[in-house]
């Protein structure tokens, strides 16, 4: 219970530092509030154009894919506000060798390196998730059961939890690779194709989304489970998926710092 105590005073601890660190440049915690909006609207632009040729895409409607982007951009704000800039500045550290510091610090060095760092400029982003969710099933006019909701939020926090760990991994190569700054890439080029639903990928595309790199439970599925289209069975999966990601992620990072040669040798 101590340490657990520890770790939550820690966390009230950066979530000041960083109230305090937003507080500082408004004008820039503005600017990406905008940032923000723009890029959503560009791309429900997108979709807007696409669907106007069409009624559905692989048998997801306007209004269907609308929820579906919802998911996803839930998802992402959660890992931008929450993990996504502290973890970015891993190669940054590696490189400088201050990486040091927070190995010699007596708290885990995995909590401290993705939880230091709150963006609260994506607060904005979570709360236009959550109202564009509602007009989504507004225009369906679908208003899903308790136990819908309850699988559909168990979905996403394995979606969080599978994303963050795989993005960890990317940032954990920085070990090896040092100036990588870049390797964000490969994390957006994974949510880049859990945008898309996996149903207009082919059969062996689809099986791979699911089973092999879980894309499909970035938003596809727990979309589905919202709207009554999946089955309680693939929470299950979703959550082996989710332990399976942040174990091989927590072993990546213990191995890899071995390999870890500090600024002082």
Known sequence: ?????????????????????????????WAKMMYNAIWLGFFLLTLKIIYAHTDSIAGWSESEALMLAATLYFIDAVIATFFYFGLSELPTLVRQGTLDFVLFKPVDSQFWLSLRRINLDQLGSLVVAVLLGGYALFRLEYVPSLSQVALYLGMVATGVLIFYSFHFMMMTLSIWLVRVENL?????????????????????????????????????IPTQALLGKASAGFLWFAVGWAVAFFVVGRLFWRFALRSYTSASS
Request: net charge positive; charged share 20%; proline share 3%.
């Open 1 to 29: 219970m101590k340490r657990l105590s520890f770790y939550l005073q820690l966390y009230k601890a950066f979530l000041r530092t960083s109230v305090v660190r937003e507080m500082e440049f408004r004008a820039n915690f």
């Open 184 to 220: 964000w890439v490969l994390s957006e080029v994974f949510a880049q194709i859990g945008r898309f639903p996996t149903d207009v990928f082919d059969a062996v595309l689809r099986r791979v989304f699911t089973y092999v790199l879980p894309v499909a439970f970035l938003a596809t």
